[in-house]
Nanobody, 126 residues
Framework: VQLQAFGGGLVQAGGSLRLSCAAS????????LGWFRQAPGKEREFVAA????????IYGDSVKGRFTISTDGAANTVHLQMNSLKPEDTAVYYC????????????????????WGQGTQVTVSS
């Protein structure tokens, strides 16, 4: 299984970025895809997750109303649209995939994810 995250960069506060994560190596129909982030000296933080079908989403409190997660099943890709970015959003962003049996809630902890991408840096300047 491979998860390839891309789309990070440098943006001014108030700006937008769109991260993408391309998944390959297996069928993901019973998986959830998530985004986490880690700033220097801090623990990895949950950002958002989505069921592979796209019918369920969940967001971390710090990004609710500003970030939107979505999937493109045909392209095996999950996106994270980040608007109204703040300097505190600066971190390395990681995509991850974890098993999610039908009807089970989305998981917001790192332990719930089996596969991880390499991370992409997002820097928001003030």
């Amino acid at each position: 299984v491979q998860l390839q995250a891309f789309g990070g960069g440098l943006v001014q506060a108030g700006g937008s970025l769109r991260l993408s994560c391309a998944a390959s190596g297996r069928t993901f129909s019973r998986y959830a895809l998530g985004w986490f982030r880690q700033a220097p000296g801090k623990e990895r933080e949950f950002v958002a997750a989505i069921s592979w079908s796209g019918d369920k989403t969940i967001y971390g409190d710090s990004v609710k109303g500003r970030f939107t997660i979505s999937t493109d099943g045909a392209a095996n890709t999950v996106h994270l649209q980040m608007n109204s970015l703040k300097p505190e959003d600066t971190a390395v962003y990681y995509c991850a995939a974890g098993r999610r049996p039908n009807g089970k809630p989305l998981i917001t902890t790192t332990a719930g994810y089996d596969y991880w991408g390499q991370g992409t840096q997002v820097t928001v300047s003030s």
